[in-house]
């Protein structure tokens, strides 16, 4: 998928924000970011330029990249196999032997403006292949727009300068992800890091609806949206620290998460393309969200994050079409609580996040299950029997199994009706 696609709805998307009130304006004057993309620092130094691109393998020590204009001498792929020269590119992130295994010769971060209505910055990640060493895109033989796919057992990391952006949120199409804002010389560093993943990318937005749209392809591909705080068309929560992530690998209706502060609730939708290329083999999809220590006592009043696996409510709810099996983890560590979702159908799930209202802030957990996957949206409006989950949350009793999941040397066991491995992870 084409950038332009990703970022076609974000000046309508921020302009609903505010008709609908979901985050009132604020008193800020409005941020001014320059055109055009983000050039490297050690070329080109400004308040808005990326400082640093690295690698890290699944199990491995992290690469670090270097900046090669094109037309400079660079790194070469591993291989040339079902690979050809796209849209030229103006250069390209690499290191000797970091793409040894791969088809594309290294990576082409695009972070630059959404778009004239919008100041949040989008975030995409392209594979390079320089035959010649004029950098393009690594792009399929049979679609020069389309780009290969990116090794989704490597993790990319991001540093970059963003002047006075403060970060409200980041959303998009990535997994594990860690969100990190610091200041240098009194300016903001964002840094982003995390793994690619199989996205179904639709033809146009009618295979977004419905139980018989069709995805064109399945491209494997790393992109976010950075949303301000400081910006009456940002994304503010009083008192979050913006280290806030929420993805998926749906791209349809792509959207910045909602706070309802009435309700303590936080909803994140994505959508696809309910079947595959081959118009029989139904998506599935996963919602990962990253939420800081800082962010969770500002959105819930957590101050015991050991206790986020009960304490918050995990639904999703799906449309007509879709199903309501899913396998829900939530976990608190390294300064973060985790919120993994996985094995829905698409075409229109949505993630919901809320404080379990049986639950005593003191520290008694509550005795209803906080992994609830809540009925479709025309089943919540006409309650009935689900064999999934109930309404108010507690599980219904059906038959589960349990897998194990791998991830280069982190293994998961996975217990559900239909259990699904985790984004990343594979069954074995």
Not at 51 to 65: D, N
Not at 164 to 192: C, H, I, L, P, R
Not at 202 to 213: L, R
Not at 228 to 243: E, L, Q, R, V
């Amino acid at each position: 998928m084409k950038l332009e696609r990703f970022t076609r709805g974000l000046a309508v998307i921020a302009l609903g924000l505010v008709a609908t009130g979901i985050n009132a304006p604020m008193a800020n004057a409005s941020l001014s970011i320059p055109k055009g993309a983000f050039q490297a620092c050690s070329v080109t130094p400004g308040d808005y330029c990326i400082e640093s691109v690295s690698l890290t393998p699944v199990g491995g020590k992290a690469i670090a990249l270097s900046w090669v204009a094109t037309g400079g001498a660079g790194a070469t792929a591993g291989n040339t196999n079902n690979v050809a020269a796209g849209k030229e590119l103006p250069g390209r992130w690499s290191a000797p032997d970091a793409f040894a295994t791969e088809n594309y010769d290294g990576l082409y971060l695009e972070a630059q403006n959404a778009n004239e209505f919008v100041p949040w910055i989008v975030i995409d990640a392209k594979p390079t292949y320089s035959p010649g060493n004029r950098v393009s895109l690594a792009a399929l033989p049979t679609s020069a727009t389309t780009s290969v796919n990116l090794n989704s057992e490597v993790a990319i990391t991001l540093k970059m300068r963003i002047s006075d952006f403060q970060v409200g949120v980041t959303f998009g199409v990535v997994t594990d992800a860690t969100v990190n804002v610091t200041t240098a010389d009194g300016k903001n560093v964002f840094e982003f890091s995390g793994y690619p993943v199989k996205v179904p990318t639709a033809k146009s937005s009618k295979d977004c609806t419905g139980d018989k749209g069709v995805a064109s392809t399945v491209v494997t591909q790393f992109q976010s949206v950075i949303v301000p705080s400081n910006d009456p068309m940002g994304f503010t929560i009083p008192g979050s620290a913006g280290k806030i992530y929420v993805g998926s690998n749906g791209i349809c209706k792509l959207s910045t998460p909602v706070w309802n502060a009435d309700k303590k609730a936080f909803s994140y939708k994505a959508s696809a393309p309910r079947l595959a290329p081959d118009g029989t083999t139904v998506n599935t999809g996963f919602y990962y969200a990253s939420i800081s220590y800082a962010d969770a006592i500002a959105l819930w009043n957590l101050t015991r994050p050991e206790d986020a696996a009960t304490a918050l409510v995990v639904s999703v709810r799906t449309g007509a079409g879709g199903s309501t099996a899913a396998t829900a983890n939530v976990s608190a560590k390294n300064g973060k609580i985790v919120i993994q979702v996985s094995g829905f159908e698409f075409p229109d799930p949505m993630l919901d996040i809320s404080l379990n209202p049986a639950y005593n802030d003191l520290g008694k957990p509550s005795a209803d299950s906080n992994m609830t996957v809540a009925a479709s949206e025309q089943q919540m409006s006409t309650p009935k029997k689900s064999t999934a989950a109930t309404s108010k949350g507690s599980v219904a009793k059906v038959k589960t199994t349990t897998i194990s999941c791998v991830k280069g040397k982190t293994t998961k066991k996975v217990t559900a009706a239909k259990p699904v491995c985790p984004a990343g992870f594979k069954k074995v």
